[in-house]
């Protein structure tokens, strides 16, 4: 499994990220295409709880992302 970004844009200053967890870069953006103009909940890495509506989204930004293991740390 691939974990992808998925940056919700309401305008210039606000938005919110999901991230999920799929096959291929196709198979997400299937996921987003499928739901359009719907309700998405979710709740995030800090618990916090989410619900909008893709029909008040302005953009909508895809991405692979690769998560960074930051209790490794590395001595010099």
Known sequence: MKEFKITYFFDEEHY??????????????ALI?????QYVTFTDSRGIYHELHTSNVRVIQISEYHRIDKSKKTVN
């Open 16 to 29: 919110i990220r999901r991230f999920i967890h799929v096959e291929s870069q196709e198979k997400a953006e």
């Open 33 to 37: 295409q499928s739901e359009r103009e």
